[in-house]
Structures are given as C-alpha cells and as structure tokens.
C-alpha cells in the first residue's frame, strides 16, 4: 500500500516515524466533543456555528480539556437527509450554516493558543447523494462518470423472473431503517442499478475496497491536517469496507427466517467489519504520521466479530484510540460485569488505546446521555452520587476519555415529544427508523446561561432546538457560582487527572475482588494509585489487604487490616491525593500502640 502514502510523505520523503501517543502528548487525553449546531449561535440564526464555538473556547479551556472534537460542519445536504453534518457534499470546504474556512482557521488558531488540540469527524465511509462525484457516478451521460463510476459500491442486482427491476443484491440491512423496509441497498434509476447506503439513502457509500478511492479520501484529511488540525474521528469506521462478493450476512442463530428481521439480527461478517479496513488504517497512518487517528466502531451482535476486537485490531494497525457502545456500561452495569469487560479490554489493547466517550451524540431513549443511563439503573435516591462515581470511574479507567457537551453540567437526556415537541425534531431517523431512536434529546443546546433566551446558545425565536426548563436549571452560570456542583465537581477532576501519571500512562490490573466492589491498580514509573468503587447502594467494608502485596499496600501509604468503609456508590482513589468520595478510611490498629492513628483519617495522600 506504500503507493497510497507516497504522495503525503513528509521531510522530502524520508520515512517518518509512527505517530506515538505516548511521545507526542503526555498520555491519554481527556477531550470534549462539541455539536457545533447546538453549542452556541453567534449570528442569532438559531443554528449553532464557528464563531459562537470560538467565542466559548474558554470553557473547555478552563474545564482543563487536552483537545475539542467537532461533529462535521462541511458542506452538506440540506433537510433531514442532511443527517445532522453526517451527508457530506464536499469535504474541504464548511457549511455556510456554520461559517466559512476562514472562520475555522481561526478557530484552530485559538484553540491553539488556549493549549487545545482541534480533532475533526472525518466522515469517511460515505459521501451525500449530492456530492459531485456521486451524481457523476450515478450518471452514465455525466462528462466525469468514467473517472468516478466505481467510486461507490454499485451493484445490477439479481434478476427476479417476470419482474423488471432485478431483485436485491443480498440480505444487508441498513442500521437506520424498520424492519421489512430496511434493505442497505437503494436503486438508482439513472444507473439501473443499486447502491450500498448503511444509513439513509442520502448516503451512499464509498468503494474504500478500490485505492483510488481511498487516495482521494486521504487526500480531503491533508487538506484539514495542512490547516493545522490535529487529528481526525473516522465516523462509523467499522463501515469502511464490504466483502468484494458481496455475499449475504450470517442471521443470528435462530433469527431466520422470522419476519420483522433487521440490522440487529445479522453477524455483519460481510457487509462491514471486514479484515481489509485494518490496510486501510495502515495507509492512514502512514499518511499522517504525527497525527491522531480515532475512529468510531460499531458493529454487530456478540458472538459474530464484535466492536471491541475489532477496534483494537485497528489499534494495532496504528489507530490512536477507538470507542465502541461497550464502554456504555460503565456506570450501570455490576461490578461483576465491569471486572468482566475492563479485563477483556486490557487482553485486547494491551497497549492501551481504548477511547471511552461519557456520552456522544448519538444518545437515544434506550442509549440516553450517561446522566439519565445511570439515574435509571441506580434510582433518583442516589443519581448525583451515582453519576459522579461514575465520573472517576471513567477518568480513573486506561485510555481516552471524551465528555460530550453537558456532559460536565449532568444534563439528563431531553426527552422527545415533551422538552422537544415532535414537530421540532432534526434527527431523520426519527422518521426513517422510529422515534425511539430519535438522538435530539442528547443534541440540545448547551445551557451557557440560564438569565438569557435559550440559555444564552442563542437570540433566535427558532433556535436549531429548544432548550429544556430541566437544563435551564443546570446552566453554567449557576453551577460556576456553586462549589458542590457537577461542574465544579467535574472541573477539579479533569484537573487533577491531568497531574496522574499513572491514569494518564500507566497499566491497568483489575484486582481479584468480588460482589459489588470494582478494584484496579494503575500503575507507572513514577506512580501506583489504587481505584476502588462499590458499585452498589449498599454500604460494606473493603480491605485492600485482601487483595494486595504488603510492597503495594506500603507503596500507597496503607496497612495490612486497613478498612475502606464504603457508603453506596462510593470511591477511594489512593495514591493520587484524592480525598475518598463517599468512603472512609478505618485504620487497622497497630498492635505496639494501640490505635496510633485517630479511629477515622481522611487519607490524605
Ligand atoms: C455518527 C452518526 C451518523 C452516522 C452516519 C455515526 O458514526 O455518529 O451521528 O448518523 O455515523 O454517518
């Protein structure tokens, strides 16, 4: 694949280096994710654009943030089949409902000088259906359909007896359509044939299988990293590619043929999650050498090749990081589960490169925003405590870690049909899938202030839209003012994550701990912490000596007999001079002199 990378080698051609994360920053990141039409509107067209981003960058700024990742705000389709940036008609350019490049260079510009790293969604596996290429695709009677007919998968279809039009290519389901009405494949009448879309018609994807087609894709990333962009988010990475037969998926054991089957009743062993999308992220990373390269991946059921394997092949194919639905757990699974999953994590990234992202979005009513996911498995009673456990936990994790906007305030998912009146919705799949999976209610604006309209995202009467009483409450300007809120609470642990080498470097070993206690030790050169949580509403001792060496109890500052006292949903991060949250530290009694420590101590490390 040498030939895809020649035309970006750098230094007058001489090979340059992989990309090493672990030399080129200081260890994984803690990022925010901005959703640039709902973060803020400086024109008061009710959409959110670059410049209303640029004038708040001093908020991820002082929130302590390594870097600030945009969903795309390239040109793209108008309307719904526009999916939110996600339908691309021209990747170097911006979207006049955003701004233009010069407002984004000068975005990147002051991003920089704030110390923030600028990451973009690189929507990589599929154009808009008004792209230029697609319609000279599409086109047999274009003047450039020769040069672009095999940009994108075409198929003729199987010829059906008696029928005109042939008969579907294969069983392949879209992941944004109803069941019976959810083929991945759409006919084109000016072709007579039809095109592979994994999402919305809208959307058709690009034959990444073809190397010329995969150049001209890398060619738009230079176009942005030329600009000073630091890194890209491959959007639905895991899509890249499709099996050149184009044989049928696999059907869930047992799912065939029952009616009503869908995208979620295949192994995608065929139509995505194809072993040849590791060479593609090899060119990449030949490509780009010095920057940060992520990707989304999704893929299918358990048991077929699922997310997490996947991901971290793309990893050792020389990806940075990569997230997938799985990390969703944490905050509202056991602690059985959790030990389960950050086990396989660690067999499977062994070399770290997990990307754990809070919320995204994407959140829907079954996947919401982490706020309202673990309100809903921990109870009202014990939410705010819940969700900030939940917090150092994911801060306290191996890899990655991205906040989406409102994240650090706990706003909760907005609910559709009451905080968002249906006929204010954005999200096609609302439409095209069910209004379950309707992902409004994780995209609402963020609530700057609560004194101004729309809480200060924008001065429009139709902001992109509306902005739930619920966030209102939670905006910045009155969580800023309180000491004890999510976001100062937030704030603090950003800031002291960033001063941890050993969460920011370090190893990951789970603990061998049992019932409703999640134990793990990070570990660096120059730092030993120990992460341990009571993922319960119960309250129950815990004794590190249980499960820990005297050299580690001594290199942490405890004793053998020590007790960690944990209240529901409690925390103790030892080693990293955290006070315990919701935990206290009992002190074995020291035989020669009785208790020589006071009965309870704050461990202050
Ligand atoms: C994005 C979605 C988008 C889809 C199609 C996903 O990775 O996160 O928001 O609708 O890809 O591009």
């Not at 039009?165 to 084109?188: C, E, I, M, Y």
């Not at 809480?455 to 309180?482: C, M, W």
Request: glycine share 8%; hydrophobic share 30%.
């Amino acid at each position: 694949m040498g030939s895809v990378s020649d035309s970006f080698s750098r230094n007058n051609g001489e090979a340059v280096g992989l990309y090493d994360k672990r030399l080129k920053n200081d260890g994984d990141e803690v990022i925010y994710q901005i959703y640039p039409s709902t973060f803020a509107d400086s024109n008061g067209d009710g959409h959110g654009d670059i410049n209303g981003i640029t004038s708040r960058l001093d908020h991820p700024q002082n929130m302590g943030y390594d870097a600030v990742l945009f969903t795309p705000v390239y040109n793209f389709k108008p309307g719904p089949e526009g999916d939110g940036g996600y339908a691309v008609e021209d990747y170097c350019s911006i979207d006049p409902a955003y701004g233009s490049i010069e407002d984004f260079d000068r975005l990147i510009e002051e991003a920089h000088k704030r110390g923030l790293k600028v990451y973009i969604d690189f929507v990589l596996p599929h154009s808009a259906d008004t792209h230029s290429w697609f319609k000279a695709s599409s086109d047999p009677a274009h003047p450039e359909h020769e040069k672009y007919k095999d940009h994108y998968v075409w198929h003729p279809g199987n010829p059906v007896e008696g029928k005109e039009r042939p008969g579907l290519p294969n069983n392949w389901k879209t992941v944004f359509g109803k069941p019976g009405a959810d083929s991945a494949w759409t006919w084109n009448d000016k072709r007579e044939a039809y095109y592979l879309r994994h999402f919305l018609p809208s959307q058709p994807a690009l034959n990444l299988n073809l190397e010329h087609v995969r150049k001209a894709m890398y060619e738009q990333v230079k176009f942005w990293i030329d600009r000073g962009v630091d890194g890209v988010r491959n959007d639905s990475g895991s899509y890249a590619n499709c099996d050149p037969q184009y044989r049928d998926n696999e059907w869930l054991r047992g799912h065939y043929p029952y009616e009503g089957l869908g995208w979620g009743d295949q192994y995608f062993s065929n139509s995505m999650c194809q072993e040849s999308t590791n060479d593609l992220v090899r060119e990449m990373r030949e490509c780009f050498p010095d920057s940060m390269i992520t990707a989304e991946v999704i893929a299918g059921a358990p048991g077929g090749r699922e997310s997490i394997e996947i991901a971290s092949e793309y990893v050792k194919a020389g990806m940075d990081y990569c997230y997938t639905t799985y990390e969703r757990a944490i905050g509202s699974s056991k602690a059985g589960y959790i030990r389960g999953l950050l086990s396989y994590i660690e067999t499977k990234f062994p070399e770290g490169g997990m990307w754990y992202t809070i919320s995204t979005h994407d959140g829907y009513d079954e996947s919401p925003r982490t706020y309202t996911r673990v309100a809903n498995y921990v109870g009202p009673e014990y939410a705010d405590i819940a969700y900030r456990q939940t917090l150092q936990l994911f801060m306290s994790v191996r890899g990655m870690v991205s906040f989406f906007q409102g994240d650090e305030l706990g706003l909760p998912q907005a609910r559709i049909g009451t905080d968002i009146p249906y006929d204010k919705i954005q999200d096609p799949i609302a439409d095209t899938k069910g209004m379950q999976y309707c992902r409004d209610g994780s995209r609402t604006p963020f609530p700057f202030d609560s004194t101004k309209k729309n809480a200060g995202f924008s001065t429009s009467d139709n902001p992109y839209l509306p902005v739930p009483e619920s966030h209102r409450a939670l905006a910045v300007d009155i969580q800023e003012k309180d000491p004890n809120s999510t976001l100062s609470f937030t704030k603090d642990l950003i800031h002291w994550r960033k001063q941890q080498p050993a969460l920011k470097k370090g190893t990951l070993n789970i603990l061998n701990t049992y019932g409703d206690t999640l134990a793990f030790l990070r570990e660096s050169d120059d730092q030993t912490v120990l992460c341990a949580f009571n993922l319960s509403g119960n309250s129950f001792p815990f004794t590190p000596s249980d499960v820990l060496d005297q050299e580690k109890l001594e290199e942490l500052g405890l004793r053998t007999g020590d007790v960690i006292e944990f209240a529901p949903y409690g925390a103790a991060i030892i080693g990293a001079n955290r006070p315990l949250f919701n935990a206290k530290l009992i002190p074995a009694p020291s035989p020669s002199l009785g208790q020589d420590r006071p009965k309870e101590f704050s461990l202050s490390l």
